[in-house]
Nanobody, 115 residues
C-alpha cells in the first residue's frame, strides 16, 4: 500500500529553521511536494519536485524554503529557513505515482513559528 509519513515538525522561533521529511513507500513517484494549511484557511501549495529534481515554489516561500528528494531513500525533504509566524500551519506531503498518476497524502505535521 502507498503510504506517506511526514516528520520534523515542531515549534520554532521566527528566523529559525526546520527540516521536514516525508518517507514514501508502496510505489514509484513522479512529482512530490508539500502543501500547508493554516488554521481557518484553505490548504495551499508550497513546493513541488519532479523525479529528476526540477523544483518549483510558491512565491511566499521562494528563497526561504528548499525542497529536495532522495529517490533511493524514497524521501522528500523541505528545508525551511528564515521562518515567519505566517508559516505556521500543518504541512502535508503529497505524491503522484509514476505510472497511474494517482495522488496520495500524508497525515500532516504541525509547524508552529512564534514571533
Amino acid at each position: 500500500q502507498v503510504q506517506l509519513v511526514e516528520s520534523g515538525g515542531g515549534l520554532v522561533q521566527a528566523g529559525g529553521s526546520l527540516r521536514l521529511s516525508c518517507v514514501a513507500s508502496g510505489s514509484i513517484f513522479s512529482a512530490m511536494g508539500w502543501y500547508r494549511q493554516a488554521l481557518g484557511k484553505q490548504r495551499e501549495w508550497v513546493a513541488t519536485i519532479t523525479r529528476d529534481g526540477g523544483t518549483d515554489y510558491a512565491g511566499s516561500v521562494q528563497g526561504r524554503f528548499a525542497i529536495s528528494r532522495d529517490n533511493a531513500k524514497m524521501t522528500v525533504y523541505l528545508q525551511m529557513n528564515s521562518l515567519k509566524p505566517e508559516d505556521t500551519a500543518v504541512y502535508y506531503c503529497n505524491a503522484l505515482t509514476l505510472f497511474r498518476n494517482r495522488e496520495f497524502w500524508g497525515q500532516g505535521t504541525q509547524v508552529t513559528v512564534s514571533s
